[in-house]
């Protein structure tokens, strides 16, 4: 299977950090403009520091990485970057999820980031054809009541927003720290993901299910621990976003081939795949199905179930949905 007919299969992404599509180059263009000095000579030194240990050592790179988002335009410019390579990668939907407290945090405001993405999925929309939907993440290594206040602050977007999700440092930062913030978003009537089971054991995906109501599940890949949550996960079709390379390079597994993905499917899980973060995980959608294809034989059947999980479990309206769903059978048929 080609490189080739892969970018031709139909998919959505669902776990898709928008500063995680930072590339080195962009890092470099966007430093420049705003007159910030990156402390690395250029864009293939910064490439080269690109060698996580863990979670944490990827995490101090990327918010280090994010720091040259200033204006609305950044923001506007580093969407659209990836609504770019994304549509060449066949990507028909998104869920694009950012970090607003780490923008704040440097003195960027909510509007900045709300305009910058929102104009930017408007015009990926009509001028590539690749819809969207914004997952507003919060940061679990912060403080609940920050998290908190975002919400409360978002209040002019609520409207805009597809759903909450909960990301950064999950060992030691369980999803009942949150379990506030994640009820009031619910009374709102705004859905919930949570990454879970990355780092964290099994009873981070218990917490996310049972206190945070969550509605997708990110990664999910240590819920495999137990069977019990494998059976409720199985029998609720809980969609979990799983990203095979962010795996690899976070060294969760030290091979692809080691990954459990294929026991997944195996119990039945309805999983998709997704690139995470994909200026920094060795690329985007095609390299992780074209990786999934190597590492454990998958043929176009099983690409296609796959890629029509992800659309089925997308935030997206039905009758796109059922669009996609039917150019992916056309694909096929073809
Ligand atoms: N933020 C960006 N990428 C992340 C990941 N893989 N896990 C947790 N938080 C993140
Ligand atoms: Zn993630």
Same mark, same amino acid.
């Given at each position: 299977?080609t490189? +080739?007919?892969?970018a031709?299969?139909?998919k959505a992404?669902l776990?898709?950090?928008?500063?995680?599509t930072?590339t080195?180059e962009?890092?470099?263009e966007l430093?420049?403009?705003n007159?910030? &000095?990156?402390p690395y000579?250029?864009?293939? =030194?910064?490439?080269?520091a !690109?060698?996580f *240990?863990d979670?944490?050592?990827?995490?101090?790179? !990327?918010?280090?990485?994010?720091d040259?988002? $200033?204006t609305?335009?950044?923001?506007y +410019?580093l #969407?659209m970057a990836y609504f770019?390579?994304?549509?060449?990668d066949g990507?028909r939907?998104?869920? $694009? =999820?950012?970090?607003?407290?780490a923008?704040r945090?440097?003195g960027? &405001?909510?509007d &900045?980031?709300?305009d910058g993405?929102?104009t930017a999925?408007? +015009?990926a929309s009509?001028?590539l054809?690749v819809s969207s #939907?914004l997952?507003? =993440?919060?940061? /679990?290594? /912060?403080d609940?009541d920050?998290?908190?206040e975002?919400l409360e602050? @978002?209040?002019?977007?609520?409207?805009e $927003?597809?759903a909450?999700g909960?990301? =950064?440092?999950?060992v030691?930062?369980?999803?009942?720290?949150f379990?506030?913030v994640?009820?009031?978003?619910a009374?709102?009537?705004?859905?919930?993901v @949570?990454h879970?089971g990355?780092?964290?054991?099994?009873?981070?995906?218990t917490?996310?299910?049972?206190v945070?109501n969550?509605?997708r599940?990110?990664h999910?890949v240590?819920a495999m621990?137990d069977p019990?949550l494998?059976?409720?996960?199985?029998?609720s079709?809980?969609?979990? &976003?799983v990203?095979?390379?962010s795996?690899?390079?976070?060294?969760?597994v030290? /091979?692809?081939?080691?990954?459990?993905?294929? #026991?997944? $499917? #195996?119990?039945?899980?309805n999983?998709?795949?997704?690139?995470?973060d994909p200026a920094?995980f060795g690329?985007g959608?095609v390299n992780?199905?074209?990786a999934?294809?190597a590492?454990f034989d998958? +043929?176009e059947?099983?690409?296609r179930?796959?890629?029509?999980?992800g659309v089925?479990? @997308?935030?997206m309206p039905?009758?796109?949905?059922?669009a996609?769903?039917?150019e992916? *059978?056309?694909y096929?048929?073809a």
């Amino acid at each position: 299977m080609t490189n +080739d007919w892969l970018a031709g299969l139909p998919k959505a992404e669902l776990h898709l950090h928008i500063e995680g599509t930072l590339t080195p180059e962009q890092q470099f263009e966007l430093a420049e403009r705003n007159d910030i &000095t990156l402390p690395y000579d250029n864009a293939e =030194s910064l490439r080269a520091a !690109y060698e996580f *240990e863990d979670l944490s050592a990827f995490l101090a790179l !990327y918010y280090q990485g994010m720091d040259v988002l $200033i204006t609305r335009d950044d923001f506007y +410019d580093l #969407a659209m970057a990836y609504f770019e390579r994304a549509a060449a990668d066949g990507v028909r939907h998104a869920d $694009i =999820s950012f970090d607003p407290q780490a923008h704040r945090a440097r003195g960027v &405001t909510l509007d &900045t980031c709300f305009d910058g993405l929102l104009t930017a999925m408007r +015009d990926a929309s009509a001028r590539l054809d690749v819809s969207s #939907a914004l997952i507003m =993440s919060f940061m /679990r290594d /912060r403080d609940a009541d920050e998290a908190a206040e975002v919400l409360e602050d @978002a209040a002019p977007w609520y409207g805009e $927003i597809a759903a909450i999700g909960l990301d =950064s440092a999950e060992v030691g930062n369980p999803p009942e720290k949150f379990a506030a913030v994640f009820a009031r978003a619910a009374e709102l009537g705004i859905p919930r993901v @949570a990454h879970a089971g990355e780092e964290g054991g099994p009873e981070y995906v218990t917490g996310a299910l049972d206190v945070l109501n969550v509605c997708r599940i990110d990664h999910g890949v240590r819920a495999m621990e137990d069977p019990e949550l494998v059976a409720r996960l199985r029998e609720s079709r809980m969609p979990l &976003t799983v990203c095979p390379l962010s795996n690899v390079y976070l060294k969760g597994v030290a /091979r692809l081939e080691d990954h459990n993905l294929p #026991a997944m $499917i #195996a119990e039945g899980l309805n999983v998709n795949i997704n690139s995470d973060d994909p200026a920094y995980f060795g690329g985007g959608m095609v390299n992780n199905f074209a990786a999934c294809v190597a590492a454990f034989d998958w +043929d176009e059947a099983m690409c296609r179930m796959i890629a029509a999980n992800g659309v089925r479990d @997308a935030f997206m309206p039905a009758d796109r949905r059922e669009a996609v769903l039917a150019e992916i *059978e056309a694909y096929m048929g073809a």
